[in-house]
């Protein structure tokens, strides 16, 4: 069965489908190296320009992070969970949602380091009721989802619970940091 998503590199956004060969996208993409999107639509974030249409294939590694669509895994295996305010820095992207932790295990709530508050984890963490954020072009752009796979080993900065913030507060507050695209386009278009 296909799902939509939309996956963020550092500097494409590709939305398209993929077959999902899971019960959840998050398990299914923290379970392979790479993914194939077909007839993806690509825009590229840094350059602006028109978006191209292509068939991508996109390391997850490089996967800052994804947008998905569909239902949240069977609810019959969801297990209870406690909700943190979150907001993390992911290159030039700011994320903020309601991270889900296992009751017992809060994470340190000063701590700004990813790897400390999101160890152990998956490489893709889902946030939910979530938010991605970023300038383009002198605009601060946004869009809201369900669920926000961020890329843990992406991250540059969290916060959580009362330093979390806001969704006014500004988009980045760490460096911009651009990298070579990391979509392979596979139709010969340029």
């Known amino acids: 069965m296909p799902v939509e998503l939309i996956v963020f590199t550092a500097d494409r956004r590709i939305r398209g489908q993929i077959p999902l060969a899971d019960d959840r996208v998050s398990d299914m993409l923290n379970s392979v190296p790479r993914v194939v999107i077909r007839g993806a639509e690509v825009v590229d974030v840094v350059r602006g320009g028109p978006s191209q249409v292509a068939d991508v294939t996109v390391a997850v590694g490089s996967i800052v992070a994804v947008l998905a669509s569909g239902r949240r895994g069977l609810e019959t295996m969801r297990r209870r969970t406690d909700l943190h305010k979150a907001r993390l820095g992911l290159v030039r992207y700011t994320v903020s949602g309601w991270l889900h932790v296992t009751p017992g295990t809060s994470p340190e709530p000063r701590s700004r380091e990813p ?35 961020v890329n843990r080993t992406q991250a540059t900065w969290i916060d959580l619970d009362d330093f979390a913030g806001g969704d006014d507060e500004p988009v980045n507050d760490g460096p911009k940091v651009y990298h070579a695209a990391m979509a392979k386009d596979f139709t010969g278009a340029t």
Not at 117 to 134: K, Q, S, Y
């Open 115 to 149: 790897a400390v508050v999101l160890a152990g984890r998956d490489v893709l963490v889902p946030l939910t009721e979530a938010t991605i954020a970023d300038e383009q072009g002198g605009h601060v752009v946004s869009e809201q989802f369900e669920t926000i796979l």
